[in-house]
């Protein structure tokens, strides 16, 4: 029955208006199901982090997980580093994800109810952004990238996924059709789709690739590399060197 009641059905009735996307309680509750549904890939997201835990994390060091959410980065990250003297501070200023994770984490992770323009970042050999940049303020998140490589200990690295928005208008739409038909093959029904793309309107803002580039250079990354690309989605590995 938990799968059940876990399921996302956040947008299966109709609505009479649809409000702005927020990860409310009711969106925490069934966050691991919709994510896992939406994002084309995720599940190798979270093996590659298990990866790039076990390849950048380096001892006496700070892991930052910024946009958490229910904590799947961080869990996985946890469970594949052999040191522990590494402090790994995941944050989402969504309480209702932050209390989910306290209730479901065995692992040491610090969990913090906070907003990550807020949070400063210290000695850490590896920063995750995966999805979270994109509901960030636009007029924001130059700073936010410049703070973070300020933060990273030298050979450290960004990974940052995204919902990116292709220059080329043919390639996005061809793209975002691709990804309409992925979310049916998920189960979503077509008013399960329009709905919640209202809702993410003007809360979820895809920058370009080009744009995110751009971005890492401006902060300082020496090295940038993209390292995953299924439809709109993309990841990037930006390194400091
Ligand atoms: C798509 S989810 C991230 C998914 C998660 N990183 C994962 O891999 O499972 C975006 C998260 O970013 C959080 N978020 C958005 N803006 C934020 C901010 N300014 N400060 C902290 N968290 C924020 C939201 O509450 C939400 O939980």
């Known amino acids: 029955m938990t799968e059940l009641t876990d399921k996302d059905r956040v947008f299966a009735r109709p609505l009479s208006s649809v409000h702005a996307f927020a990860f409310d309680a009711e969106v925490a509750r069934v966050f691991d199901d919709m994510i896992s549904r939406s994002v084309p890939g995720y599940d190798l997201l979270v093996r590659m982090m298990a990866l790039y835990a076990d390849t950048f994390v380096t001892s006496a060091s700070r892991v930052y997980d910024l946009g958490c959410s229910t904590g799947v980065m961080s869990r996985v990250i ?4 052999s040191f522990n003297n590494v402090e790994i501070i995941a944050i989402d200023n969504s309480c209702s994800m932050i209390e989910k994770c306290r209730g479901q984490s065995t692992e040491p992770v610090l969990w913090q109810c906070a907003d990550v323009l807020d949070v400063e970042i210290s000695q850490a050999s590896m920063v995750v952004l995966n999805l979270t940049l994109q509901f960030i303020d636009p007029d924001r998140r130059d700073e936010l990238i410049r703070r973070i490589y300020q933060g990273l200990n030298p050979g450290g690295v960004l990974v940052l996924t995204e ?13 975002t059709e ?27 803002i895809p920058d370009t690739p080009e744009r995110h580039i751009e971005r890492f250079q401006q902060a300082g990354f020496e090295e940038v590399y993209q390292s995953f690309h299924c439809f709109t989605f993309q990841s990037f590995l930006a390194r400091k060197s």
């Open 163 to 175: 919902k990116v928005e292709l220059t080329d208008a043919r390639q996005q739409q061809t793209m």
């Open 178 to 204: 691709l990804y309409q038909g992925f979310k049916k093959i998920q189960g979503y029904s077509d008013l399960e789709i329009s709905q919640k793309r209202s809702a993410l309107e003007n809360v979820l």
């Open 78 to 81: 946890a469970r594949q580093l």
